[in-house]
């Protein structure tokens, strides 16, 4: 071949191999979440890979799959979209329904939300509202209305508990409260003020009195919860191009409920994304932190931080852009371009094994 | 004698060689010389080779030990009449030229009177802090040189009835009683170019005010951190806390007299006094409030912003120095653009800074001559589809936060009216008739339209004229709950629909009907919008918002795949702009989570404008939960993993992110 034409060549593979890094179809050296069916259907799938409920969009149903059968659980109008949510203890599963998810786009539609016995298929509507939680080992589960500013909490195993509590925020329409349950009588959420900062509250039920835990002192501001084995972890993060900087600490909850501390165990000058997760491993904290280069270059990476080896950072992930971690009961997953890497847990979805009674843990 | 060929070797490994041997040799050279200049542990030297900070170090401890031992010669000169001539003592003197800010030190030149003016103004420094007592020497009658320790104020009471008389008047001037109005007869002026900002800047070098006027920045500075201290201390009783809290006062009376935008005009002029570069800076960078001023762009990219900071009411216009003043206060805090009409309009919070929406502006292509209020409609295709049409076709709207969600909607009620699909629309307010014994139903668009037969008013007035033969000329008036009372006396008689502020969108909106004073509960509301943005279903093609906009508006929805493509269109014409639609937690990780697998909250957008910094390139975006005159930088990569995540979940697979081309 010419000299002109190999010359021309590799500036056209450079060229088209840079493209890829560019459009971020990146390789990473974490395994890909591989599965029995197409991944967008999925809803959860148990760590054990038994049992695995999905959702049909041409049929509007939510259906569980285990040992080759496949039961019904909930059934709307097509197009209707399931968001399930579980908890380590793997008692509960709540389920939120959106029947409208292609044809009203409503970040603050409130969605019915329906709690359901783990491996099981017979659902109860608890209620209504956005981003439902779980709570106090499947005691309790909570969830939010926007347009009220009303944090909802509702027994599920003693479904005649019930109380509620007020935001006072009235600044930011597409807020959504952090909440933990120490106990059954306090509670510990965020809000936001009249003037845009964002506090921790604590909430004690039996005598109605609220006091602020911690107080932020610019409106750039964010504070995560995460509450794990007597640990109250609160992540405060800054928002936008301006670096405010980032911490994490923790409070330990005492047998009375009261929360000593607050003890720091992360410092950054960046403004990390954060999205905590606390409870897949004992003494582990994971959460995607801001990797900007010196030069400029944005990047942010999923760490780790090891509450039993001295707070140590350790990078796990090498996507560039990973932005989110997903808990998938046990199963610690990163969303990114159509695929899901794993972070924790086994590769084992394709798995065709019958279950056993010992898989349901009571 | 080496062989030709192996000369050639050895010469070219010298050339090689030769540079790295030379890079070793610096590099050990300058290795030993630092090791020479480097002091032992425990090694002192004294005199002009000490460090700074032992100099200052020993300067404090000693200074601490002369003003303890002077403690005992506290003077008053006023009482003492032989005393003819006082001079700062030179001790005290060279304490103050090391702790003050050369800035000031500066200004002082060979004139004595700035530098007793610099004294009064707290301006000055010594090692004990901000001086309230000076170490003074004197005659005394014996002719004798002696040493005290007086208070400033009787030092310069002193001062001021023997020399520079006109300090006297001015700091009467900027005392707390007068400085308000002393301020409002001084205009600070806005440079408008490097020229006239030289001019400015050493026309405040030279003004007699200046002390005065730099003592007011000082005096919030010193109170802020006197604030800090005090939540430290234990006693409230001590010395210093009452020193402290001295301090907090004042700088809270200062900020109640002095206006924001003088606030941080000074406070740029202070801490630059010495820099005319930095000074101007502020002034002259590249920004939009400037370039709207000067009527190279569009004045609806600063009005609304300078409307909602201004608190001036809609029916007024914004005059040019409205504007002036606006710009000030955006470049000087531009933090203040996070916040201002937050609560008004409900959009994602906290907003961009002003220097973050400045940039933004400068290469944005959006047309956007009103203003909405996403919180308020609930809707975010909805409020999407309303900023493309009023992009391809501007029209003039209530701008009012009260009639802004009125206009969103009606645009998107006759979109889909005109093009027959009544199903995305299908609100309507009904009421029981009792002759027919039947529930009659009548579509509606919410709140007020004075142009329009679809809204909500003039439906409910005919329905009110039903019901209670009221007189034909009846008009239902549309406020808030706050603003109706029906002890006043045009709330007496008439049709009022009432709604609460804080508890009022598309999805849910409690209203209650008032007619001379009696509430009417027969009217039921029903229905909410129906429509998707983009089509997910073939089905569905036909009455997408998309389409229905493409096919009114006669443009074609092209599909931009990259980010060439998407650069590309941007600059083929300034009109282009792209609406797309991504998840939002792809788009926003920092404000929302993903907590489960395919979880995705659908947001569209419009792209319409791109930047390069640092090696990022960035997309100026507005996300139907911004606020639209609050455009963001968003990382090409999350609009790419947003637009991929929403594709996934699509029944269709459609790639969401189409240019508007006419």
Known sequence: MALKSKFFLIIYLTTFISSIKVHGYNTSRLPVLVTKQSIQHLRLVTIDGKFTYYQQQSTGKLLLSTNYSVDPVLQASAGTNYRLISSPTR?????????????????????????????????????????????????????????????????????????????????NPYFIPQRVM????????????????????????????????????????????????????????????????????????????????????????????????????????????????????NRSEVVSLNLAKKYEIKTLSDLRFASQIVNMDGRLLIPYLEKYYILLGKNNLADDSFVNKKSIKK | MLLPFWQNRFYNILHFIKPALLICLISLLSEVHCQTLKLKPNETVLGVFESLDNLLLMHKSRFAKITSLLKEKTKDLTQDQSIKEVIIDPYFMRSILLYSDQRYLDLIEHDECQFYSLLDSNLLKAAGGPITKVIVAFMNADSNEQVAIVSKQDFLKFIYTRKCFKNREISLLFNLKNIKETIEAIDFVIPEDTLSCKKIFNRWRNNPYLTGLCKIPETIRFGKTALKKILKLESTRSKLYRYLDLQVRNKTEMEKLIPPSVKAYLGNLCNNIDNEKKFCEKYLIDDIWKKVIDSNYPKYL????????????????????????????????????????????????????????????INAQLVTDYHDCPGSIDNEGITNSHRVIMHLKPRATDNTPKGCATEVNFTFATLNINFKNNKAWPLKICYYHQANDETLCFPYIPGHNPKSKLSETWVVANIVKKLKAAPDSLKCHFMRDSEYNPQRLNHKHGCFITFNKFDCTNIHCPKKIYYNQLQIKALKYSGIPTSTYFHHTIKAQRNSTANIMSKTYNFSNKIVRNLPAI????????????????????????????????DCTSLPFIIDGHMKKDGNTYLITRTALDDIHSPRFIDWHLIFAAVSAHTVIQPLKTWTLYGIKK
């Not at chain 1, 921790?200 to 835990?213: A, G, P, Q, Y």
């Not at chain 1, 972890?233 to 009375?256: A, H, M, P, R, W």
């Not at chain 1, 003890?263 to 403004?271: F, G, P, T, W």
Request: overall charge positive.
């Open chain 1, 91 to 171: 008692r509960k599963i709540l389920i939120s329904m959106n029947e409208r998810f292609f044809d009203f786009i409503g970040f603050r539609l409130p969605k019915k939300i329906y709690e359901i016995d783990f491996g099981k298929s017979t659902p109860m509507q608890i209620g209504e509202g956005l981003f439902p939680m779980i709570h106090l080992e499947d005691h309790w589960a909570s969830f939010y209305n926007a347009q009220s500013r009303i944090l909802t909490f509702k027994g599920i195993i003693n479904r005649a508990s019930k109380f509620q509590v007020k935001l006072v925020n009235v600044v």
């Open chain 2, 567 to 598: 650069l590309r269109f941007l600059d083929q014409d300034k009109k282009h702009v792209i609406h797309g639609m991504g998840c939002a937690e792809d788009i926003y990780p920092q404000y929302f989570k993903k907590t489960l697998i395919n």
């Open chain 1, 182 to 297: 120490l106990s059954d009588n306090k509670v510990v959420y965020t809000d936001v003020n009249k003037e845009g900062l964002q506090g921790v509250i604590t909430f004690e039920r039996s005598v109605k009195k609220t006091d602020v835990l911690k107080k932020q002192t610019s409106v750039s501001t964010k504070i995560e919860l995460c509450l794990s084995n007597g640990k109250l972890f609160i992540g405060e993060f800054g928002l936008g191009n301006q670096d405010l900087g980032s911490t994490i600490s923790y409070y330990v909850v005492k047998k009375d409920d009261t929360l000593v501390g607050p003890q720091l165990i992360y410092k950054s000058k960046k403004n990390d994304i954060g999205n905590i997760k606390c409870q897949a491993e004992q003494d582990m904290l994971y959460f995607v932190q801001n990797q900007r280069l010196d030069s400029g270059l």
């Open chain 2, 302 to 361: 600063m009005k609304f912003k300078c409307r909602d900071l201004l608190k001036k009411n809609h029916s007024k216009k914004l005059t040019q120095k409205d504007l002036r003043r606006c710009r000030s206060i955006f470049m000087n805090k531009p933090n203040i653009c996070k916040t201002i009409g937050a609560k008004d309009r409900l959009a994602l919070f906290p907003r961009p800074d002003c220097n973050e929406i400045s940039e933004a502006l």
